[in-house]
Nanobody
Framework: QVQLVESGGGLVQAGGSLRLSCAAS???????IAWIRQAPGKEYEFLAV????????YIAPSVKGRFTISRDNAKNTVYLQMNSLKPDDTAVYYC????????????????WGQGTQVTVSS
């Protein structure tokens, strides 16, 4: 099992940047870790995933070029760097884990954090 805790959310102006962190505990090396968001009134949206080693990553086309994912296994932490933020990026951001690298369907992830709110003002 793995436990996940997100941090780093907040209020930012359009065009700004934020870095989200996902601190993992438990059998972390067995899990690929993804970032997923849910905007108000919308479905979950898969954003990015890092493999167990962190050596492989995937960014969804919808955010590619603005978001990057990285993983530091020494710190048991996965990061989501978000640049050029837009009001449409306003959402609750979750990290989620699964032993499979990777699923793009959020419903396939077995473990989830509690989420962190990101609000982008215009």
């Amino acid at each position: 099992q793995v436990q996940l805790v997100e941090s780093g959310g907040g209020l930012v102006q359009a065009g700004g940047s934020l870095r989200l962190s996902c601190a993992a505990s438990g059998s972390t090396n067995n899990y690929a870790i993804a970032w997923i968001r849910q905007a108000p009134g919308k479905e979950y949206e898969f954003l990015a995933v890092a493999s167990q080693s962190g050596g492989n990553t995937y960014i969804a086309p919808s955010v590619k070029g603005r978001f990057t994912i990285s993983r530091d296994n020494a710190k048991n932490t996965v990061y989501l760097q978000m640049n050029s933020l837009k009001p449409d990026d306003t959402a609750v951001y979750y990290c989620a884990a699964d032993t499979m690298y990777f699923y793009s369907n959020p419903g396939e992830y077995d473990y989830w954090g509690q989420g962190t709110q990101v609000t982008v003002s215009s």
